[in-house]
């Protein structure tokens, strides 16, 4: 799936410029699999003898794919199957020869690039990794003694499984991205514009009578362009949270909760009845602290957007709580609460989708972003409408690593 001198651009793919994969993402997968150096030196011993099979593996996936029609006609192309070939013994070769370090992790995340640009149907892809395992392991069970087997096997499949990540990673990464920057550069062109409506619309509202009949149009247009900014920023946050990994650490939620309280109290305009009731007990997470700071901050905006006294009675409030997740020990949850008509259970699901707006000056992002900082960070964001009550949002997140 890679080259050695050309890639199936025709281009050369050089392994000794700088790094363009996700080299921290695909080492975290490595390490999960288990691949570290002793794993790797169980095939040290058999790695020659399993490399000299590199041309015979290019040969294999070639005879099986010519038989395709929709890949016959990539191979039949003049040039490609001498390319193609190259391409698929070097990635053999390196496998065994240097295992998963990050030249071969950079490589194969190049090579996967490559692949969408080119329209290749991920599907096939899949399936020729799914044909590298089948071979490998024939391989294997030639080459490596009775003893060994077991464990030779074991490694190998790891390897294949790494090669499947990188490649789903790559798939991943490039077909989202041009979704992604397109987005951002909308929100970046409509930012301007929309601050001079709003700053122009400022002036005739100073310029006229307040009494005027004009005031009621020109108030319409300031809210309307407030809700069109707020809409811009919500969607360049999104978009720029897609763009990085987390960077998780252990975090104390008692001293973040009182910033992002801190930031939307300066942001809020009227009562703010919030209360934050967090257990010094179970207040520790491990996670990135920018995005569970967007979390909370997203969390406690959409409960001001639809904050109400609760239909039951009694007073309006926003309360903020932590506890154990009942599913998982080692995780923790912080509770948000706010009274209100709470949301039928048919609407749950939309209120997670972006631009469903519940609130009159809502934007339709603060649940959504709220949820992928959680999914980031290997948490959940559940939602729990509590008749006659409110509305429950629950935040789980790991706890930092016992030690």
């Given at each position: 799936?890679?080259?050695?001198?050309?890639?199936?651009?025709?281009?050369?793919?050089?392994?000794?410029?700088?790094?363009?994969?996700?080299?921290?993402?695909?080492?975290?997968?490595r390490?999960?699999?288990g691949?570290?150096?002793?794993?790797?030196?169980?095939?040290?011993?058999f790695?020659?003898?399993?490399?000299?099979?590199?041309?015979?593996?290019?040969?294999y996936?070639?005879?099986?794919?010519i038989?395709?029609?929709?890949?016959?006609?990539i191979?039949s192309h003049?040039?490609?199957?001498k390319?193609?070939?190259?391409?698929w013994?070097?990635?053999?070769?390196?496998?065994f020869?240097?295992?998963?370090?990050e030249?071969?992790?950079?490589?194969?995340?190049?090579?996967?690039?490559i692949?969408v640009?080119?329209?290749?149907?991920?599907?096939?892809?899949?399936?020729a990794?799914s044909?590298?395992?089948?071979?490998?392991?024939?391989?294997?069970?030639e080459?490596?003694?009775?003893?060994?087997?077991?464990?030779?096997?074991?490694?190998?499949?790891?390897?294949?499984?790494?090669?499947?990540?990188?490649?789903?990673?790559a798939?991943?990464?490039?077909?989202?991205?041009?979704?992604?920057?397109?987005?951002?550069?909308?929100?970046h062109?409509?930012?301007?514009?929309l601050m001079?409506?709003?700053?122009?619309?400022?002036?005739?509202?100073?310029?006229?009578?307040?009494?005027?009949?004009?005031?009621?149009?020109?108030?319409?247009?300031?809210?309307?362009?407030?809700?069109?900014?707020?809409l811009?920023?919500?969607?360049?946050?999104?978009?720029?949270?897609?763009?990085?990994?987390?960077?998780?650490?252990s975090?104390?939620?008692?001293?973040?909760?009182d910033?992002a309280?801190?930031y939307v109290?300066a942001?809020?305009?009227?009562?703010?009845?919030?209360?934050?009731?967090?257990?010094?007990?179970?207040?520790?997470?491990?996670?990135?602290?920018r995005?569970v700071?967007?979390?909370?901050?997203?969390?406690?905006?959409?409960?001001?957007?639809?904050?109400?006294?609760?239909?039951?009675?009694?007073?309006a409030?926003?309360t903020?709580?932590t506890?154990?997740?009942?599913?998982?020990?080692?995780?923790?949850e912080?509770?948000?609460?706010?009274?209100?008509?709470?949301?039928?259970?048919?609407?749950?699901?939309?209120?997670?989708?972006?631009?469903?707006?519940?609130?009159p000056?809502?934007?339709?992002?603060?649940?959504p972003?709220?949820?992928?900082?959680?999914?980031?960070?290997?948490?959940r964001?559940?939602?729990t409408?509590?008749a006659?009550?409110?509305?429950?949002?629950?935040?789980?997140?790991?706890?930092?690593p016992?030690?």
């Amino acid at each position: 799936m890679t080259a050695e001198k050309i890639s199936m651009e025709g281009k050369p793919i050089d392994i000794k410029t700088p790094a363009e994969a996700p080299l921290t993402r695909l080492s975290f997968f490595r390490e999960k699999l288990g691949l570290d150096n002793g794993a790797i030196d169980v095939l040290a011993p058999f790695a020659q003898k399993i490399i000299e099979h590199k041309h015979d593996f290019a040969d294999y996936l070639y005879e099986y794919f010519i038989q395709i029609p929709e890949t016959k006609s990539i191979l039949s192309h003049d040039t490609w199957p001498k390319v193609i070939k190259n391409n698929w013994s070097t990635t053999f070769d390196m496998l065994f020869s240097n295992g998963p370090d990050e030249e071969l992790m950079d490589y194969l995340w190049k090579s996967g690039v490559i692949h969408v640009r080119l329209n290749i149907d991920q599907r096939y892809i899949n399936l020729a990794y799914s044909l590298m395992r089948i071979f490998c392991r024939q391989v294997v069970r030639e080459e490596v003694d009775g003893k060994e087997f077991d464990d030779a096997q074991a490694v190998t499949d790891k390897l294949v499984d790494l090669c499947v990540l990188i490649a789903t990673d790559a798939y991943l990464d490039s077909t989202t991205k041009c979704d992604r920057e397109v987005v951002r550069g909308i929100a970046h062109q409509l930012r301007n514009p929309l601050m001079v409506i709003g700053g122009y619309t400022r002036k005739l509202q100073k310029a006229i009578e307040p009494e005027s009949p004009d005031m009621d149009a020109l108030r319409a247009i300031l809210d309307e362009s407030k809700r069109l900014e707020k809409l811009v920023a919500d969607v360049s946050e999104y978009m720029d949270m897609y763009r990085e990994d987390a960077r998780r650490e252990s975090l104390d939620l008692k001293v973040l909760m009182d910033e992002a309280v801190e930031y939307v109290r300066a942001k809020h305009t009227g009562d703010f009845p919030v209360h934050v009731d967090i257990d010094p007990s179970r207040c520790m997470a491990y996670a990135d602290r920018r995005d569970v700071f967007t979390a909370f901050k997203h969390l406690l905006l959409d409960g001001l957007e639809n904050i109400a006294a609760p239909p039951d009675g009694g007073e309006a409030a926003i309360t903020v709580t932590t506890q154990p997740d009942p599913r998982d020990e080692r995780y923790m949850e912080v509770v948000f609460f706010n009274t209100g008509e709470p949301p039928r259970p048919e609407e749950l699901d939309f209120l997670f989708t972006p631009f469903h707006v519940r609130a009159p000056m809502g934007a339709g992002f603060g649940l959504p972003i709220a949820r992928l900082a959680a999914n980031k960070n290997l948490g959940r964001l559940s939602l729990t409408p509590v008749a006659d009550k409110g509305l429950e949002c629950t935040l789980s997140l790991p706890e930092p690593p016992r030690s």
